[in-house]
């Protein structure tokens, strides 16, 4: 059974502007994309623009109703997805796994971080060739970049999450009798868990950004096939509308992530 809760007036004000202003914002964004699109339809429609380079709304729609015809659309999807998705996963776990060892060793830590940091920094397109060779030219090796780029990144966010826990509460679990395993389970990764969904939605981005790039490289389907394909026979309406799946595909990543998020400050916010 649930607890009633009365709230005061004042209460009750503070949360209806809150929604209006919520509201507010969000049909301010919506205004702002309907306006973009109905400037830039109107624009190529008169001319101002050339379509040839900057393509049209319309233009993009009927592109990809030609590859929802052609049975192309959810299948070059499902390629770049697969790709993002999977190397999302894999850098997100393996670089959480390789967190947790470096907190446990802190002399593991000191011999390995100048290799973290030079690989933070590297390139990872420029390991591309060498990545093609070792893994082949096909979907492993865009994988392979896919986590490269990923996880270098969610290794130094957690690892700095882990170091930044409350010292004190460390120490007054060791004076208690806890190991490193229950300080670890206890309080580290759920002190940490906030910092790991920030770090899940900086890899959506990244983990996207690599899939592209791996396919820019080495591929023969995906979005980013399409994109390479559309701008080499100049055809820039196929060029735009990959671009905008790939937006919209990564927004929708995005967005469960940052539910996520909700979920997760809701929990604890009930703690």
């Not at 209006?20 to 994309?33: E, K, N």
């Not at 299948?75 to 446990?104: N, P, S």
């Not at 900086?202 to 096939?225: D, H, K």
């Amino acid at each position: 059974m649930k607890r009633q809760v009365n709230y005061s007036k004042e209460h009750l004000r503070y949360l209806a502007r809150h929604k209006r202003h919520s509201a507010l914002i969000l049909c301010s964004q919506l205004g702002i994309l309907v306006l973009f699109i109905a400037l830039w339809e109107l624009f190529a429609y008169l001319g101002i623009i050339n379509t040839m380079i900057l393509s049209s709304p319309s233009r993009i729609l009927t592109t990809i109703g030609d590859l929802y015809q052609s049975g192309d659309l959810f299948y070059h999807i499902g390629i770049t997805l697969y790709e993002t998705v999977l190397g999302f996963a894999i850098a997100t776990i393996l670089g959480c796994l390789i967190a947790i060892l470096l907190w446990w060793s802190e002399t593991l830590r000191k011999i390995l971080d100048p290799y973290i940091v030079v690989l933070n920094s590297l390139p990872k397109i420029a390991l591309g060739p060498v990545i093609i060779i070792w893994f082949g030219a096909g979907m492993q090796s865009i994988i392979v970049i896919c986590v490269l780029i990923t996880v270098i990144i969610t290794i130094i966010s957690m690892l700095n999450a882990f170091r930044e826990c409350d010292k004190d509460k460390i120490l007054l679990m060791r004076s208690m009798g806890a190991n490193k395993f229950q300080i670890l389970t206890k309080l580290i990764l759920p002190a940490s868990l906030p910092q790991f969904v920030s770090v899940l939605k900086i890899s959506v981005g990244m983990s996207w950004v690599g899939s592209i790039m791996g396919e820019y490289l080495v591929s023969s389907a995906g979005l980013g096939y399409l994109i390479v394909y559309g701008s080499q026979v100049f055809k820039l309406d196929l060029v735009m509308a990959s671009t905008i799946l790939l937006c919209l595909l990564a927004s929708v990543m995005y967005f469960l992530v940052a539910l996520l998020e909700k979920y997760v400050n809701k929990k604890r916010g009930r703690l």
